[in-house]
């Protein structure tokens, strides 16, 4: 049996204190068992934001910072060889066909052709080994025709012996302003020789070396070192340039003969002494046969 008291706390009626209590207990339930199913979007997706940003800071960034001190660890090409197989690849490809890709890489061209069995053939009569030319004259042919040669103002020092003795329609040979000590042997043809502003000495002409010209016109030995006339001289000899070399003394037979007094050189007009150590007016039975004087000094 139930007291009195007991009866009232059972049926009296919940105070407006209660009442709140138990209606927030009531709304706060229903909110958490309703909360995943009634989340707006923009919550969710501000939630999402976050976990992301969370993962990013986790990471570590540091270890990637590629430097010349980690770049063999980043970047490993050590197995490159292996990646692509080339001495595989090298026994597939043949001549003109271009090599299949390996690997889902696109292959690149080879440079290098495969060597191919080439049957031996009779070479063609063009690609036939061809005889070695002449230097610097050209070719037989163009010997032949070659009438002029001007090598004036170099430094040209020696000339081989037979450089122009082999070119039989050479006329001019002109060789100012070098270096020439000697002189090589000349064609039979030569009509001017010019030697002028060298270092030809007496000794570096041969005796009796422009006798046999007979078409020798014009011979030019001016400012070279020089020290007596180089005789004897061909006939047909018009003009003769000797001046300012180290000539002291001329030979009675220099221009004329002297065992024949009547004899007239009439083709020598031109001849230049000036400028040598030597007195013409002690010589005077060396040009008793010319048309005129040489110049030079007479004192």
């Known amino acids: 049996m139930l007291n009195t008291s007991s009866k009232a706390a059972i049926f009296s009626w919940p105070t407006p204190g209660m009442q709140t209590a138990a209606l927030m207990s009531t709304i706060s339930v229903l909110t958490f068992a309703l909360a995943p199913a009634v989340l707006p979007k923009e919550e969710g997706k501000k939630k999402k934001l976050k976990t992301d940003i969370l993962l990013y800071d ?66 063609p009569s063009s690609a036939t080994p061809k005889s070695k030319g002449p230097g610097l004259f050209g070719s037989v042919i163009n010997q032949a025709k070659l009438k002029q ?53 007496s000794s570096g002409i041969r005796p009796e070396a422009f006798q046999d010209l007979k078409k020798l016109q014009f011979l030019y030995l001016a400012d070279n070192k020089l020290d007596y006339i180089p005789v004897p001289l061909p006939e047909g000899l018009r003009s003769l340039h000797l001046q300012n070399n180290n000539i002291q003394t001329m030979h009675e037979d220099a221009f004329c003969n002297s065992r024949d007094h009547s004899h007239i050189r009439r083709a020598l007009e031109d001849i230049r002494l000036d400028g040598n150590p030597i007195n013409l007016s002690l010589f005077p039975d060396a040009y008793f046969c010319l048309p005129r004087l040489p110049t030079g000094r007479f004192y």
């Open 58 to 123: 986790n990471l570590d960034l540091d270890s990637d910072d590629v430097s010349l001190d980690n770049y063999g660890e980043i970047i490993d090409l050590s197995n490159y060889e292996d990646i692509y197989d080339y001495e595989d690849l090298t026994s597939k490809i043949e001549v003109d066909t271009l090599a299949p890709p390996t690997r889902g890489f696109p292959q690149p061209l080879s440079t290098t052709a495969v060597p191919t069995e080439v049957p031996p053939s009779k070479l």
């Open 149 to 201: 040669i001007d090598l004036t103002n170099n430094i040209i020092s020696w000339v081989d012996e037979d450089s122009f003795r082999l070119l039989p329609s050479l006329q001019e040979l002109i060789l100012p302003e070098n270096k020439l000590t000697s002189l090589p042997e000349l064609p039979s043809g030569i009509i001017q020789l010019d030697v002028r502003f060298n270092m030809i000495q």
